[in-house]
């Protein structure tokens, strides 16, 4: 990490030998830079614990602060930037995924954090170069980019996720998940403007004798972000309320558990399909009992059924016991074999099938996007180098079609686990006619801080949509989600259980929903345009700062 004019090579005698004039170089430098380095680390820290499980979502804004204050500094330069951003994603990242490393090892943990981080590198090298507003533009382009790259891209960990508890989250009605992030992300880097440039105003008040402190913009930018929240609030209350003439059902979603947790799941799967069926036998117990209301259908977990039950007798049997018992098509997460596999390529789809009593599969939601290093492994004889569990890896394929599936005539649109972290998936199956959303979930790789983060997406998924929103998930946690954010049921975490809720069907479309992609395009625009202009006003990759009065080129933290 690079600063202007550095005192890194003071008192450093000529003929020291190289190595210890190279670790009396490092240890000034790292001095020399302390509370820059403090200021990173306290802002990723911040970041994480901004989602769940700590979900303080208030950190979040802290965390765009104190990053702001750093890449603001006058002595900070290009490599700098680049420096400070790549510590700050890192400290987010290592405490958010360590997930990853209870199931598959601690360097495939590390090395996903690790190019997770270079976004955040990118972005700080490239915020040094203009004007602290335009941060939050970049701060979207960046968030785009790790959704999109390697291998798909790995939206975890987006700002917007935050803040599923923060009265924000309306916003997302509006713009999606970009405008969120970059709404959070401007009132941080704003809130340091004011306060830079009135601590500087109330040092040394002659400076600005011939106009106020440049606080008008950033204090616009707060009151903008604050007018978006007070806008949008209002429709997300009103439909969670349930105060329009939208139709109502019963929908119900079994959470049956697993043995154990962990990769091995596969190996339980008669054990995991029999615990599934048998919750929902209770279920239709507590139907005729009419201690629960008889669900139109039910939903079950991602792999709820490994068990191809198009192929193997025995499992279509005990999936149509269960749908008989309920009275109602089941919506099963299986893995169907596909028709092109062979021994060295045993490809197969994740896919949802609806079940319905007495005649069996019907609809079909193939999951469009695989998860990298766990359904699929890309470049599988370099990776397998790398990690021992690197074979475990599945051969999933891609399947197709717009994501809605039609039960008990209803059209309902199917993300399935992974799918629902990308904008794309659960927009296409609203824009598509679904007027309920089902995120059928395999936790059984999961541990409980990473369920409470999934189940974060699917809120905010809600609010976006202006859709009820049911999770259902192997071991946990399994909920159903109104439209406004808002918990309407949950299970706890490994453990059976079901939910039979009340949803009401919508059918309109958000802002967010046709035209989320716009927006996140102008808000790229805004950040790659700010980069350009500045490096094309300045004529080199560094922002220019003007003094106020007289000189002040040596200012640091210039607005």
């Given at each position: 990490m690079v600063e202007r004019e550095s005192m890194a090579d003071a008192d450093v005698p000529d003929d020291e030998p190289e190595p210890r004039r190279f670790g009396r170089r490092l240890s000034a430098a790292l001095v020399d830079r302390l509370p820059q380095l403090g200021a990173v680390t306290a802002a990723g820290v911040l970041l994480c614990v901004s989602f769940p499980p700590v979900g303080w979502w208030f950190a979040a804004f802290g965390a765009a602060a104190l990053l702001g204050w750093v890449l603001t500094r006058e002595r900070t330069t290009l490599a700098g930037g680049f420096g400070y951003g790549y510590l700050f994603g890192l400290v987010f990242y290592l405490p958010l995924l360590p997930w990853i490393s209870a199931l598959v090892g601690a360097l495939p943990w590390i090395a996903l954090s690790a190019v997770e981080a270079l976004f955040c590198g990118a972005f700080g090298a490239a915020a040094v170069a203009v004007w602290p507003l335009w941060f939050a533009g970049l701060w979207v382009t960046a968030e785009w980019l790790k959704s999109t790259i390697p291998f798909g891209g790995f939206p975890w960990g987006s700002?917007?996720?935050?803040?599923?508890?923060?009265?924000?989250?309306?916003?997302?009605?509006?713009?999606?998940?970009?405008?969120?992030?970059?709404?959070?992300?401007?009132?941080?880097?704003?809130?340091?403007?004011?306060?830079?440039?009135?601590?500087?105003?109330?040092?040394?008040?002659?400076?600005?004798?011939?106009?106020?402190?440049?606080?008008?913009?950033?204090?616009?930018?707060?009151?903008?972000?604050?007018?978006?929240?007070?806008?949008?609030?209002?429709?997300?209350?009103?439909?969670?309320?349930?105060?329009?003439?939208?139709?109502?059902?019963?929908?119900?979603?079994?959470?049956?558990?697993?043995?154990?947790?962990?990769?091995?799941?596969?190996?339980?799967?008669?054990?995991?399909?029999?615990?599934?069926?048998?919750?929902?036998?209770?279920?239709?117990?507590?139907?005729?009992?009419?201690?629960?209301?008889?669900?139109?259908?039910?939903?079950?977990?991602?792999?709820?059924?490994?068990?191809?039950?198009?192929?193997?007798?025995?499992?279509?049997?005990?999936?149509?016991?269960?749908?008989?018992?309920?009275?109602?098509?089941?919506?099963?997460?299986?893995?169907?074999?596909?028709?092109?596999?062979?021994?060295?390529?045993?490809?197969?789809?994740?896919?949802?099938?609806?079940?319905?009593?007495?005649?069996?599969?019907?609809?079909?939601?193939?999951?469009?996007?695989?998860?990298?290093?766990?359904?699929?492994?890309?470049?599988?004889?370099?990776?397998?180098?790398l990690s021992p569990h690197a074979d475990r890896a599945g051969y999933f394929v891609p399947g197709d079609g717009d994501g809605v599936v039609e039960v008990a005539g209803v059209p309902v649109g199917v993300a399935t686990c992974w799918e629902v972290i990308f904008d794309r998936a659960p927009r296409e199956a609203v824009r598509s006619g679904a007027q309920l959303l089902a995120v059928p979930t395999n936790n059984a790789t999961f541990n409980e801080a990473m369920s409470k983060q999934q189940l974060a997406f699917a809120r905010l998924r809600a609010v976006e949509h202006d859709r009820y929103v049911v999770v259902a998930g192997t071991t946990g946690i399994s909920a159903v989600i109104g439209p406004d954010g808002r918990e309407l049921a949950r299970t706890g975490f490994f453990e059976p259980g079901f939910l039979d809720t009340t949803v009401r069907l919508k059918a309109q479309l958000t802002t967010a929903t046709q035209w989320g992609p716009l927006v996140e395009g102008l808000l790229i625009a805004l950040g790659v345009g700010g980069l350009l202009v500045a490096i094309l006003q300045n004529g080199k990759f560094v922002r220019r700062r003007r003094p106020v009065t007289g000189d002040r080129g040596n200012d640091e933290g210039a607005l």
């Amino acid at each position: 990490m690079v600063e202007r004019e550095s005192m890194a090579d003071a008192d450093v005698p000529d003929d020291e030998p190289e190595p210890r004039r190279f670790g009396r170089r490092l240890s000034a430098a790292l001095v020399d830079r302390l509370p820059q380095l403090g200021a990173v680390t306290a802002a990723g820290v911040l970041l994480c614990v901004s989602f769940p499980p700590v979900g303080w979502w208030f950190a979040a804004f802290g965390a765009a602060a104190l990053l702001g204050w750093v890449l603001t500094r006058e002595r900070t330069t290009l490599a700098g930037g680049f420096g400070y951003g790549y510590l700050f994603g890192l400290v987010f990242y290592l405490p958010l995924l360590p997930w990853i490393s209870a199931l598959v090892g601690a360097l495939p943990w590390i090395a996903l954090s690790a190019v997770e981080a270079l976004f955040c590198g990118a972005f700080g090298a490239a915020a040094v170069a203009v004007w602290p507003l335009w941060f939050a533009g970049l701060w979207v382009t960046a968030e785009w980019l790790k959704s999109t790259i390697p291998f798909g891209g790995f939206p975890w960990g987006s700002v917007a996720y935050s803040q599923t508890d923060g009265p924000l989250l309306s916003m997302v009605r509006l713009g999606g998940a970009p405008l969120l992030s970059f709404a959070i992300v401007l009132a941080g880097f704003s809130l340091t403007a004011l306060v830079t440039e009135v601590v500087r105003w109330w040092r040394e008040p002659e400076r600005y004798a011939a106009r106020p402190p440049a606080v008008a913009l950033p204090g616009l930018a707060i009151t903008t972000v604050l007018l978006l929240t007070a806008v949008s609030w209002p429709s997300v209350r009103h439909s969670g309320l349930g105060v329009e003439d939208d139709p109502a059902i019963t929908v119900a979603a079994v959470q049956g558990n697993v043995p154990r947790l962990g990769l091995d799941f596969n190996a339980q799967r008669r054990a995991v399909l029999d615990n599934h069926v048998r919750e929902t036998m209770r279920l239709a117990e507590e139907v005729r009992a009419g201690r629960a209301a008889q669900p139109l259908f039910v939903v079950w977990p991602e792999n709820s059924s490994d068990i191809d039950p198009m192929a193997n007798e025995d499992a279509a049997e005990q999936i149509d016991r269960a749908a008989a018992a309920i009275g109602a098509p089941i919506l099963v997460g299986s893995l169907i074999v596909a028709p092109d596999a062979t021994p060295e390529n045993p490809a197969m789809t994740n896919s949802v099938v609806v079940w319905l009593p007495a005649t069996g599969p019907a609809d079909r939601h193939d999951k469009q996007i695989v998860q990298p290093f766990g359904e699929y492994l890309p470049w599988r004889s370099f990776f397998r180098l790398l990690s021992p569990h690197a074979d475990r890896a599945g051969y999933f394929v891609p399947g197709d079609g717009d994501g809605v599936v039609e039960v008990a005539g209803v059209p309902v649109g199917v993300a399935t686990c992974w799918e629902v972290i990308f904008d794309r998936a659960p927009r296409e199956a609203v824009r598509s006619g679904a007027q309920l959303l089902a995120v059928p979930t395999n936790n059984a790789t999961f541990n409980e801080a990473m369920s409470k983060q999934q189940l974060a997406f699917a809120r905010l998924r809600a609010v976006e949509h202006d859709r009820y929103v049911v999770v259902a998930g192997t071991t946990g946690i399994s909920a159903v989600i109104g439209p406004d954010g808002r918990e309407l049921a949950r299970t706890g975490f490994f453990e059976p259980g079901f939910l039979d809720t009340t949803v009401r069907l919508k059918a309109q479309l958000t802002t967010a929903t046709q035209w989320g992609p716009l927006v996140e395009g102008l808000l790229i625009a805004l950040g790659v345009g700010g980069l350009l202009v500045a490096i094309l006003q300045n004529g080199k990759f560094v922002r220019r700062r003007r003094p106020v009065t007289g000189d002040r080129g040596n200012d640091e933290g210039a607005l």
